[in-house]
Structures are given as C-alpha cells and as structure tokens.
C-alpha cells in the first residue's frame, strides 16, 4: 500500500472504529461498571472475532455469506437475540448503594466471550470487511494480495483496540457519576434501551 492509499485507509477506517454500534456501547458501560482496565481487556473478545472475520474475507470465504440468504438470516437472528438477552440483563442488573463497587468482581472473561458474541452475531461485519478492505488492495502492487489484506486488517484491529480504549475511557470517566443507585439504574436502562434497539437494527438489515 502506498502512501497515499495510507492516509486516506486510516481516517476512513477510524470512522468505522468509532462507530456507536452495540459493542461499542459494551466498552462504555462494562468501563462505567468495572473500570478501564477490565474494558480494555474485554475488548480483546471482540477483536478475535473481527480477526476471524477478516480471515474469512481474505480467503474469499465470505462470499458464502453475500450469496446465502438463509445463513445470513440465520447470524442475524441469533445476533439480535443474543443483543435482547444482554439488555434484559442489563435493564434488571441490581444497583445498591455504592452501586459502581458492588460490581467490581464481574469475570474478566465473561465480558470478553460477551464481547465476541456480539461481534460474531453482526454479519454486517464480515460484509464490510469484503467491501471496505479490499478497496484499498492494489493487484498490480508487487506486494501479495494477501499480504496486503494482513497489514490492512491489522491496521483495522489496532484502530479498533485504540477506538475500544477511548470508549473506555469515556465510560471510566463518567463512572464517578453513577455511586448512586439512581444515576446508575438509569445509565443501565438506557444502556439497555440502546442495545436492544441495534438489536431490532440488526434484525432489520439486509444484505448489501
């Protein structure tokens, strides 16, 4: 990739990173319930599941994906199941007095398998990576296509662990707004309110 696909690759890229979508919205709040660092962490699920999508795409995998309408449907649904589950629970999460401490022992690991599902359950994703990826793969470049597609998804991975850091970071910053239960159960129904609205999105997207 030459210099100027370069510059116009990354901010293009970033756009998408920062996008408010459900699992941006996971960092925010797991942040705001249990600090940066457990966000940060957790984010990795979420990166092992684009990574795998960005395998997928660049072994030509994904084109199953674009013409099967019955596996789509299939990901889909159980993706915005998956998003209504997580906001059930979140909308009935108990807040006590102190509410931020109470939660401090939530599984590092729990978060991050609720990270990748909720990346996995997006198959909008893996479109995106077949059509936003290969824009910026030059066939006529001395570099192997393949090469090329690893140095972007990579870029794609680590804008994506700086975009989960800054959403982190806002959720940690506003922790110190919800020690009260009252604070603390509206950001929950909110957060909630948010999520199971990407998950009637998601039901309603259709292929490209």
């Known amino acids: 990739m030459d210099l100027s696909s370069l510059l116009l690759f990354v901010p293009a890229c970033f756009a998408l990173n920062m996008a408010p979508g459900p ?47 019955y596996l789509f449907l299939m990901i889909k649904v159980l993706g915005a199941a998956y998003l209504f589950y997580i906001a059930w629970q979140l909308w009935r999460a108990p807040v006590g007095q102190g509410g931020v ?47 090329q597609f690893a140095v972007l998804g990579g870029l794609f991975l680590l804008l994506e662990w700086l975009a989960i850091a800054i959403y982190a970071w806002l959720g940690a910053y506003l922790q110190r707004w919800f020690n009260q239960p009252g604070p603390r159960r509206l950001f929950n129904r909110v957060s909630a309110s948010l999520l199971a609205c990407a998950g009637v999105g998601l039901l309603a997207a259709r292929r490209a």
């Open 23 to 69: 699992n941006n919205l996971l960092s925010l709040n797991n942040a705001s319930r249990y600090g940066l660092r457990t966000a940060c962490v957790a984010g990795a699920g979420r990166l092992l599941a684009f990574a795998g999508m960005i395998a997928l795409a660049a072994t030509g995998l994904a084109v199953v994906l674009h013409t099967s309408e």
């Open 101 to 147: 401490a109470v939660e401090r022992d939530a599984g590092t690991l729990r978060l991050a398998r609720q990270e990748f599902w909720v990346a996995a359950g997006n198959p909008k994703a893996i479109l995106i990576f077949t059509a936003f990826l290969p824009q910026f793969v030059s066939v006529s470049s001395a570099t192997p296509v393949t090469e």
